[in-house]
């Protein structure tokens, strides 16, 4: 607790705070630069970052490339957000939200943007015909899902992670506000888990694909450091979802894709070929060197 509360302003002026994560935000939207978006040979090309956010895109490629939709070939580029690539005139154009990930979709006669992550599962699940239900229920039930996390998921990050892991200051009312929300969420996916094999139902779907990234990296990856703060390994039903959902082989490689940090061997910095996996992870690049 500082010693004097903080009293608000009449008025808001933005003070960046000089964190870790303050290049990446500010309160006005728009370009910054001129910045084209490169362009390869696939029709879809995705501009992301490995984030929970960013995974879920690359799980979803991936899984339907497994599935034998080879219309779901892609290239992969990495956008800096540290470094304000989000700011670019291509980017914005692609998302005027400047958030990753964005999907453009060039296989169409006007190529189609897409933007949120939600909405990018929800499209590729619709143009390929595949982990999204088609009968009227089991639609609704995967939806519902998939919209839980969308909602849910902002007091995960940008509350008990933010404030837990990020924040210069650590204060005490918001890491408890936001451990509580989080720990209440972990249950109401682990009481779900309990009844059912998939988050949305028997069959794996893009609800377990929007979701496994956030919750199965607290359960598994201790992400924001977390994991013992929260007692994740209370959470049984969630443990075995989030360990079933990790043995699969695309979502093995979506992890890797536009990872920029971490084990050599889970950074795909770029992925336009299948290949790559095995021949351009940067442990796989150093060795040649």
């Known amino acids: 607790m500082t010693d004097t509360a903080y009293v608000p302003p009449k008025v808001w002026t933005h003070k ?43 799980i979803m490629l991936e899984e339907l490339l497994a599935l034998g939709h080879r219309g779901a070939e892609y290239d ?56 999204l239900p088609t009968e009227r229920a089991a639609r609704a039930e995967c939806l519902s899902w998939l919209f839980w996390q969308m909602g849910s998921t902002p007091y ?44 949305a139902g028997p069959q794996y779907t893009i609800a377990d694909i929007a979701i496994w990234p956030w919750y199965g990296g607290l359960a598994q990856f ?26 699969r082989l695309a979502v093995k490689r979506g992890r890797k894709v536009n990872r920029l940090s971490g084990d050599p061997a889970d950074q795909l910095h770029e992925r336009h070929d299948a290949s790559d996996f095995d021949t351009k992870t940067q442990d796989k690049l150093a060795a040649k060197s």
Request: charged share 20%; net charge neutral.
């Open 16 to 58: 960046p705070d000089g964190g870790r994560y303050a290049a990446t935000n500010r309160p006005i939207a728009g370009a910054t630069q001129e910045k084209e978006l490169p362009v390869g040979r696939h029709p879809l090309q995705l501009y992301s970052l490995a984030t929970p956010n960013g995974v879920k895109v690359t």
């Open 76 to 131: 992969a580029w990495p956008i800096k957000i540290n470094e304000g690539d989000q700011f670019g005139s291509g980017f914005v154009a692609v998302n005027p939200n400047s958030k990753i990930p964005a999907l453009l979709d060039r296989s169409e006669s006007k190529p189609v943007r897409v933007f949120e992550s939600g909405s990018i599962l929800v499209y590729l699940a619709e143009k390929f015909g595949a982990l």
């Open 156 to 199: 995960v990050g940008g509350g008990f992670g933010h404030f837990y892991a990020y924040a210069q200051e650590k204060i005490e009312y918001a890491i408890n506000r936001f451990a509580m929300e989080t720990k209440r969420q972990l249950d109401v996916l682990d009481r779900r888990l309990a009844e059912s094999e998939y988050v």
């Open 222 to 247: 201790n992400q924001y450091g977390g994991g013992e703060f929260l007692s994740v390994q209370d959470y049984k039903n969630l443990q075995r979802w989030t360990t079933q959902v990790g043995q």
